[in-house]
């Protein structure tokens, strides 16, 4: 069964600027896609108020998540996504779902 994480920010105006990972996760990212333990390329979407984000990340399974998110770089990343959230006022959460498609 496939894995979705989706990390959803909300700022506090439309001049604070989303967290967005650096170009070392996206290199993760597609070395996991070759290797099919993630099945969609990490999606961006922003709110009609423009005040909310959401990226999500496919995996094959719970399995491939949880191995990604013990990299290294993953977890260097998770600190900066939690030091830049706070010093920018951005309220962050993440959801974990299942998927059958």
């Given at each position: 069964?496939?894995?979705?994480?989706?990390?959803?920010q909300?700022?506090?105006?439309?001049?604070?600027?989303?967290f967005?990972?650096?170009?070392?996760?996206?290199?993760?990212?597609?070395?996991?896609?070759?290797s099919?333990?993630?099945?969609?390329?990490?999606?961006?979407?922003?709110?009609?108020?423009?005040?909310?984000?959401?990226?999500?990340?496919?995996?094959?399974?719970?399995?491939?998540?949880?191995?990604?998110?013990?990299?290294?770089i993953?977890?260097?990343?998770?600190?900066?996504?939690?030091k830049?959230?706070?010093?920018?006022?951005?309220?962050?959460?993440?959801?974990?779902?299942?998927?059958?498609t």
């Amino acid at each position: 069964m496939a894995h979705i994480r989706r990390l959803i920010q909300t700022r506090p105006n439309i001049n604070v600027i989303f967290f967005t990972p650096g170009e070392s996760v996206s290199n993760l990212i597609n070395t996991y896609i070759s290797s099919g333990k993630i099945l969609e390329s990490y999606t961006s979407t922003t709110s009609d108020d423009n005040l909310s984000n959401t990226i999500s990340i496919k995996f094959n399974n719970e399995t491939s998540w949880y191995e990604f998110a013990n990299e290294t770089i993953a977890i260097e990343s998770n600190n900066e996504k939690k030091k830049y959230c706070e010093l920018n006022s951005i309220s962050w959460s993440v959801e974990n779902v299942e998927d059958n498609t």
